[in-house]
């Protein structure tokens, strides 16, 4: 989704700028450059409010809007005594609209946490990201772009218990172990690199959908060694997305959705829909009802509340493979916030909104 500056007259058929067909030509390369998939990643359930982290390409793709932040919170097995906990902070922006008249540039950044596990394991990532967006005529958007971060994770060995410490009554961890981890902190970088398409032939309908390839510089990982050959590689992670958003009147849009992921022999799939319902009658006030279901793991069932540009949902993982025997069939609590807003010198009506809207 994403929105452009309506300046007088303009020409739909211009011809794609070199700047974009180097960018895309880049991107597809990068896209198809080992096609080998690779362990599960960070993610949320609420995947369509986590837009940076699904795609780079939708850096600046923002439903009519100019700039947009927002964050999440996701608590997994609260039931257990070392559940998993990730955060994230995230922004994005159009730029450089005038420079191009048919097109824009999108720059955004994303701040992910996650603790999990007896010996805290934590991992702090940081990206920065770009993108460029090119309107093909007048129904028709292609975006390319990239990012890149840096990955820290830390773990406490000192939280650890190992079966030779067992006294015969508990774990003493006052005799020694025996283990030796040569690394407690490593650190190494990340690239990714995405494409997304839109299609928009009315006001009611907008289709988008889009592909990605995370870590594609394959970074390797261990706390047991300092000797980079011998190091764990990262194998590549593939995403494909699609999602739409249908007008069915002046007081319901709906919007379903897909989202999968494949890295080694870990894959994931979560589809399903919302509806957003015009309680105010001019869509100052949207009440949101969702179901959504993660493939052979969860139903994910979501409630959500829109105050003009200012957007909060709750989802629930209810588990119902056999992993719930074993949590007491605890699932996962996600919270998303997102707002969205308009640079003080462009007003709203100087836009062209690309997706439906009350």
């Known amino acids: 989704m994403a929105s452009v500056r309506i300046s007088g007259k303009r020409s739909w058929k211009r011809p794609i700028p070199s700047a974009l067909r180097t960018l ?19 993610h949320f359930s609420q995947f369509f409010h986590s837009p940076l982290t699904a795609n780079a390409a939708n ?3 923002i439903p009519a809007a100019d700039y947009r932040i927002g964050a999440n919170y996701r608590s997994q097995w609260a039931s257990i005594p070392v559940n998993f906990r990730t955060m994230s902070i995230w922004g994005d922006a159009q730029v450089l609209r005038d420079r ?15 603790v999990a596990g007896s010996g805290n394991l ?8 770009a993108a460029y967006h090119q309107m093909l005529g007048a129904t028709g958007l292609l975006s390319a772009g990239f990012s ?56 009611d309908i907008y289709l988008h959908g889009g592909v990605a390839v995370m870590q594609l510089n394959r970074p390797r990982e261990s706390f047991f060694t300092t000797n980079h050959t011998s190091q764990t590689v990262l194998e590549r992670r593939y ?27 870990a894959s994931e799939l979560t589809a399903g829909l919302h509806l957003d319902y015009n309680l105010s009658g001019n869509g100052e006030h949207l009440l949101s ?21 200012i957007r909060f949902m709750f989802s629930y993982d209810a588990t119902v493979s056999t992993l719930g025997d ?10 998303a916030m997102m707002q969205q807003g308009f640079y003080r010198q462009f007003s709203p009506g100087l836009r062209q909104a690309m997706c439906p809207k009350f």
């Open 239 to 265: 995403t494909v997305f699609a999602d739409a958003m249908i007008k069915l009147n002046d007081r319901w849009i709906v919007s379903p959705g897909g989202y999968y992921q494949q890295q080694a022999n």
């Open 122 to 129: 934590s991992s702090t990532r940081a990206y920065a990201s």
């Open 24 to 42: 895309v030509c880049g991107v597809a390369l990068l896209l198809i450059a080992g096609l080998q998939p690779a362990a599960q990643n960070l």
């Open 100 to 114: 191009f008249e048919t097109g824009w540039v999108g720059l955004g950044g994303v701040i992910l946490r996650d």
């Open 326 to 335: 074993y949590i007491n069939r605890q699932g996962a609590t996600e919270m």
């Open 59 to 61: 850096t600046g793709f």
């Open 148 to 203: 890149i971060g840096y990955i820290n994770k830390r773990v406490d060995i000192s939280r650890f218990t190992y079966d030779n410490q067992w006294n015969g009554r508990f774990f003493d961890r006052t005799i020694l172990s025996g283990e030796t981890f040569l690394n407690t902190n490593i650190g190494y970088l990340d690239v990714q690199a995405g494409m997304n398409y839109a299609w928009f032939p009315t006001d």
């Open 289 to 309: 009802l969702g179901l959504y279901y993660r493939h052979l793991d969860a139903f994910i069932p979501a409630m959500g509340y829109q105050w003009r540009n």
